[in-house]
């Protein structure tokens, strides 16, 4: 499954490969920017009923992790919602 994901990393900007997860960091221009692009993430996470972990740090920084935990690790499903995640227009 390793050589899957990482091909699968491939087509995809930014995101990186953690252990049964895959994960990418946004960074933005203030936390205003940072909270409305947390805001169209779970939007996404709601149409796709799949949810990942985001994390809003230091202000303006928010980490997405995409894991599937009904099947212990990644699914196609991860990244689905990563590459719609990537299309959501940045602030």
Same mark, same amino acid.
């Given at each position: 499954?390793r050589?899957?994901a %990482? /091909?699968r990393?491939?087509?995809l /900007?930014?995101? &990186?490969?953690?252990?049964?997860s895959? %994960?990418?960091?946004?960074? #933005?221009?203030? #936390?205003?920017?940072? $909270? =409305? #692009?947390v805001? /169209?993430?779970?939007e $996404?996470? =709601? &149409? %796709?009923?799949?949810?990942?972990d985001i994390?809003?740090? &230091?202000w303006n920084?928010?980490?997405?992790t995409?894991?599937?935990h009904? !099947?212990g690790?990644?699914? =196609? /499903?991860d #990244? !689905?919602?990563? =590459?719609k995640?990537?299309r $959501?227009p940045l602030?």
């Amino acid at each position: 499954m390793r050589q899957e994901a %990482e /091909k699968r990393l491939q087509s995809l /900007k930014g995101w &990186s490969l953690r252990d049964n997860s895959i %994960e990418r960091n946004f960074k #933005f221009r203030d #936390f205003r920017q940072a $909270v =409305e #692009f947390v805001n /169209k993430v779970a939007e $996404v996470a =709601e &149409s %796709e009923n799949h949810h990942p972990d985001i994390l809003l740090w &230091s202000w303006n920084n928010v980490k997405i992790t995409l894991t599937t935990h009904s !099947a212990g690790g990644l699914s =196609e /499903k991860d #990244f !689905a919602v990563a =590459e719609k995640i990537d299309r $959501v227009p940045l602030p």
